[in-house]
């Protein structure tokens, strides 16, 4: 089994019908080339990067942008449409009034598998004011967050937000609260390392990709900003496949991950077991 733990939709088609809607995405991820694609294209594109499930992000910005730009009523709807292809994670705006509300409507209602926040948008530090019920929700519900970590390509944000260390009272606060520090937090990689190392509730994924080469970009984090060894020894168990498609392209960071070098039962971790461990639905396995 392949989970992407990682994946934007916001150009599927069956939400994507005006042009309003998609100016607004376009200008939100500030990803601006990208067309419209039917489903079937999306599963054209699982098959061909050996993908089993996508792990699909809402967003809501509606403090700053007026709505939600991937709504979760939205990200539900394609779940739904995908027969167990797809994984919905909410996203809620903190600053709105009804934030609490709207989180557990998505748990409840909407059965969503988890939250997505991306700091560096809100402008809030992790143990702001406005993100504690937020989490105390997930805690009750035992729903694991994704914090978008490290450098953002979005407009109007900022990486101080964001940065890994950041993150720290909220894995000492909350140790039975799964958090996932996205795209392994680079630049500051050895950060996320070590926030793994101290705080076994603490994830990342591989849905880093900043210069053209998948390949070359890997190894000079994996090997070089890090050691393989680290990956395969003592980080192997907290480490989820993603690709932060549509800004990477899937098949090439799948490729290249399975070209590094790390023993196959790490590969069988991050390709999918600890993905299921993160969502609730597999026993964490005794380090």
């Known amino acids: 089994m392949f989970i992407d733990m990682?994946?934007?939709?916001?150009?599927?088609?069956?939400?994507?019908?005006?042009?309003?809607?998609?100016?607004?995405?376009?200008?939100?991820?500030?990803?601006?080339?990208?067309?419209?694609?039917?489903?079937?294209?999306i599963y054209n594109q699982m098959n061909c990067a050996g993908l089993d499930q996508l792990c699909l992000l809402?967003?809501?910005?509606?403090?700053?942008?007026?709505?939600?730009?991937?709504?979760?009523?939205?990200?539900?709807?394609?779940?739904?449409?995908?027969?167990?292809?797809?994984?919905?994670?909410?996203?809620?705006?903190?600053?709105?009034?009804?934030?609490?509300e709207a989180l557990i409507h998505a748990f409840e209602t909407l059965e969503l598998r988890g939250l997505k926040l991306n700091l560096s948008k809100f402008k809030l530090f992790p143990m702001d004011d406005r993100l504690l019920p937020l989490y105390d929700i997930c805690l009750k519900?035992?729903?694991?967050?994704?914090?978008?970590?490290?450098i953002s390509l979005e407009?109007?944000?900022?990486?101080?937000?964001?940065?890994?260390?950041?993150?720290?009272?909220?894995?000492?606060?909350?140790?039975?609260?799964?958090i996932c520090l996205a795209h392994f937090g680079w630049p500051w990689v050895q950060d996320t390392a070590a926030m793994m190392l101290k705080y076994r509730n603490v994830y990342t994924d591989t849905a880093l990709l900043y210069f053209d080469s998948a390949l070359e970009f890997y190894?000079?984090?994996?090997?070089?900003?890090l050691a393989l060894?680290?990956?395969?020894?003592?980080?192997?168990?907290q480490i989820m496949f993603g690709s932060n498609n549509p800004r990477f392209e899937q098949i090439r960071m799948a490729?290249?991950?399975?070209?590094?070098?790390?023993?196959?039962?790490?590969l069988e971790l991050i390709m999918s077991q600890n993905a299921l461990v993160f969502l609730g639905e597999k026993e964490a396995l005794a380090w």
């Open 6 to 41: 990682h994946v934007h939709p916001d150009f599927y088609q069956p939400i994507s019908e005006d042009e309003t809607t998609l100016d607004l995405r376009h200008e939100s991820l500030n990803i601006h080339l990208n067309g419209v694609a039917p489903l079937e294209h």
């Open 58 to 100: 809402g967003s809501d910005y509606s403090s700053s942008h007026g709505r939600p730009v991937v709504s979760n009523e939205e990200v539900a709807l394609l779940v739904e449409k995908s027969q167990g292809k797809f994984i919905g994670f909410a996203g809620v705006d903190p600053c709105r009034e009804d934030a609490s």
């Open 141 to 150: 519900y035992n729903k694991p967050i994704i914090f978008h970590s490290g």
């Open 155 to 178: 407009h109007d944000t900022e990486m101080k937000f964001s940065k890994p260390l950041e993150f720290e009272p909220v894995a000492q606060k909350y140790p039975d609260l799964k």
């Open 219 to 225: 190894r000079r984090v994996f090997t070089h900003d």
């Open 229 to 237: 060894t680290w990956i395969d020894r003592s980080l192997r168990h």
């Open 255 to 266: 490729k290249a991950i399975g070209e590094l070098g790390l023993r196959a039962s790490t």
